[in-house]
């Protein structure tokens, strides 16, 4: 898919943490748009997606001016309180014109210099391990939340053919947890999975979150049957895993391989 790229000089950078992200002061997007569109992307039915021409997965804006806005909004923010940041809620910040741009760094620069209280990064990409230099220096302040939604790579290319594959996710977890810093997966939204899952991802970590469209797209999963995103089950046969209890037999699997402390639900998976 081509990519219609944006530059853009918004006027904010960080923006109050509401409903599912209401257990964060802030959520930081360095982007608008996503360029890995994920077929089941709540974001597809946000005012962000649905006012904009192209399709979700077809255009990113990039935010040129993010570090410079951070710096000057993170010191306010910090005067009124504890500054909990979620980075990130309608985009992923490891996105591929990452590599080039480098918007996400020049944040994470910011925060070294002026930390936050805490910082969740949420992403699927393996471009996170580059800032792995920034990401010791701010300790238990911060953690990685890998997005691995399934263990099987013909359910990846069905749900997100332009995402990193699972291999190279896991290859990530393990420079992450090697470095030091605190990471944990996020099986979020719940895809069609084998019964080795947990094993898989005992070696690389001990902090699991669950989560699945009825519960995670903010609408109780409404947002996401807008999108037709049953008919991807539908193609593959796997329409048992489109329902509310689906994620409970994952929950048991993880049960078997993980404590109950390790593993979290939902919204208690993302929280501060």
């Known amino acids: 898919m081509n990519h ?38 709540y974001v597809r039915q946000m005012p962000v997606s649905l006012f904009r021409e192209g399709e979700w997965g077809a255009w990113v804006d990039v935010k040129s001016n993010a570090a410079t806005l951070l710096a000057k909004e993170l010191r306010k923010a910090k005067t009124k309180g504890n500054v909990t940041i979620f980075m990130s809620s309608s985009t992923d910040p490891y996105q591929p014109i990452e590599y080039k741009e480098k918007i996400t760094r020049s944040l994470l620069e910011v925060m ?7 910082l969740l990064i949420q992403t699927r990409s393996p471009l996170v391990s580059r800032d792995i230099d920034l990401l010791q220096q701010l300790k238990n302040k911060v953690r990685v939340s890998m997005t691995i939604e399934t263990d099987s790579e013909v359910i990846r290319k069905h749900f997100t053919p332009e ?22 997966v996020a099986i979020a939204p719940v895809l069609p999975s084998g019964e080795f899952f947990p094993h898989k991802l005992k070696q690389f970590v ?41 994620y409970q037999q994952v929950y048991r699997r993880f049960l078997d391989v993980f404590s109950k402390d390790q593993i979290y639900v939902s919204q208690a998976g993302f929280e501060p």
């Open 4 to 41: 219609k790229l944006l530059y853009k000089n918004p006027k904010t950078i960080l923006n109050k943490g509401t409903g599912f992200l209401s257990g964060y002061t802030h959520s930081l997007n360095p982007y608008t748009g996503c360029s890995f569109g994920c077929s089941y992307c």
């Open 112 to 118: 070294v210099e002026d930390p936050p209280d805490f």
């Open 163 to 184: 995402a990193p594959s699972i291999q190279a996710r896991f290859k990530t977890l393990e420079k992450l947890v090697t470095a030091g810093i605190p990471s944990q």
């Open 206 to 246: 001990n902090r699991i979150c669950i989560d699945d469209y009825f519960m995670g797209d903010g609408s109780e999963g409404k947002r996401t049957k807008k999108i037709g995103i049953e008919k991807k089950y539908i193609e593959m046969g796997l329409e048992e895993w489109y329902n509310p209890q689906a």
